[in-house]
């Protein structure tokens, strides 16, 4: 199974994108899904959690813009930024983790970039 995420562009400080990832075939027994972000030069983090049951967690810097969401019925998660800054430009990838081999997918990554 493989997690393909899209919804990444360019775009201007204070506009909105939504991002959407979504796994090639079923990922049973899920215990949480998130999104990471990787900017130039700069170590992987999370920017946003929730697990299976809805408890979510934001990192300081993108709480109140930046909401994450799921979709349990075909275990798709989504990112909705808002109000978007040029710090938040990054490389952004979902991450699903399950109980059951192999544990942990990861996404492509898909492109943000935000002008100033």
């Known amino acids: 199974v493989q997690l393909q995420a899209s919804g990444g562009g360019l775009v201007r400080a204070g506009g909105s994108l939504r991002l959407s990832c979504a796994p090639s075939?079923?990922?049973?027994?899920?215990?949480?899904m998130a999104w990471y972000r990787q900017a130039p030069g700069q170590q992987r983090e999370m920017v946003a959690h929730?697990?299976?049951?809805?408890?979510?967690y934001y990192v300081d810097a993108v709480k109140g813009r930046f909401t994450i969401s799921k979709d349990n019925a075909n275990n798709t998660v989504y990112l909705q930024m808002n109000s978007l800054k040029p710090e938040d430009t990054a490389d952004y990838y979902c991450?699903?983790?399950?109980?059951?081999?192999?544990?942990?997918?990861w996404g492509q990554g898909t492109q943000v970039t935000v002008s100033s």
């Open positions: 991450n699903i983790q399950s109980r059951l081999s192999p544990y942990v997918y």
């Open positions: 075939g079923t990922i049973f027994s899920i215990s949480s």
């Open positions: 929730t697990t299976i049951t809805g408890t979510s």
